[in-house]
C-alpha cells in the first residue's frame, strides 16, 4: 500500500466513523484499565456483561481491593482465564493503591509494571485515557495491517512499530479503533467481507474488479 493509498484508506474510515471510541464500557481510568486487562483472549460483549456488576461493587483500586479474589471471580467467572484474570486485577490493584495513591499512571514503563500489563493493554489506555498517539496491536490489527499491505509485519512489534510510520499523523490517535473495528466486522479472519468494504480500493488483497 503506498503513502498515498494509505492516505485515502484512514481518510475514507474517518469520514465513515468520524469519532471512534473502544466498544469496552467504563467511566474512569481504572474501569478502562480493568476492562482491558479482562479483554484478554475474551469478546468487548462478555468483558462488558461482567463488568457492568463488577464496576458497581468496586469502581476503584481499593474497592476491588475491599472486594477479595473471590468476589472479583463472582462477578467475572463468565469470562475466559476468569481466576487469573481475577488475581491479576487484585495485585494490580493492590500495586496502584501502594504505590500511586489510588490512580493509574500514564507512562508506559509504569503501567507495564502492573500485574498483567502488557504492551497491547498499556497502550490502550495510554491511548484511551490520556491521548497518546499509540498503537495497541491485537489479532484484528495484526491480520489488517497484513492482509492490506498497510504494515506488512512477522510480529505484533514490527507491525505496532510499521504502523507507528505508515499512518499519517493527522489519523495517528484514533488509527487503532477504525483497524479495530475494521477487523471485527469488515476484514474479518475466515472470511472477509470484501464486497462491502469500503476501503478494497485501497487494498492489497481485494479481489481484482471485473473486466
Not at 476492562?35 to 463488568?51: F, H, I, M
Not at 484484528?140 to 506488512?152: E, K, M, Q
Amino acid at each position: 500500500m503506498s503513502p498515498t493509498d494509505i492516505e485515502a484508506f484512514f481518510a475514507k474510515l474517518k469520514a465513515d466513523n468520524p469519532q471512534p471510541v473502544t466498544e469496552l464500557e467504563y467511566t474512569s481510568v481504572f474501569e478502562l484499565l480493568a476492562a482491558v486487562l479482562l479483554s484478554a483472549q475474551a469478546t468487548d460483549v462478555s468483558v462488558n456483561k461482567a463488568t457492568r456488576t463488577l464496576f458497581l461493587a468496586a469502581p476503584t483500586p481499593a474497592r476491588m481491593l475491599a472486594l477479595g479474589i473471590d468476589g472479583v471471580e463472582a462477578h467475572i467467572r463468565t469470562i475466559g482465564l476468569y481466576r487469573t484474570k481475577a488475581r491479576h486485577l487484585i495485585e494490580t490493584s493492590r500495586h496502584l493503591v501502594d504505590r500511586h495513591g489510588g490512580r493509574v499512571p500514564n507512562t508506559r514503563a509504569a503501567l507495564e509494571l502492573l500485574p498483567g500489563v502488557g504492551r497491547k493493554t498499556a497502550n490502550v489506555v495510554l491511548n484511551c485515557a490520556f491521548g497518546d498517539e499509540t498503537m495497541a496491536v491485537d489479532t484484528h490489527i495484526f491480520r489488517v495491517a497484513n492482509r492490506t499491505g498497510l504494515a506488512p509485519g512477522r510480529t505484533v512489534t514490527e507491525v505496532e512499530e510499521g504502523l507507528l510510520r505508515r499512518v499519517p499523523k493527522a489519523y495517528l490517535a484514533d488509527a487503532h479503533h477504525w483497524l479495530i473495528l475494521h477487523g471485527r466486522y469488515v476484514c474479518k479472519a475466515r472470511k472477509p467481507l470484501c464486497e462491502q468494504c469500503a476501503v478494497s480500493h485501497w487494498c492489497d488483497a481485494a479481489p481484482a474488479p471485473p473486466r
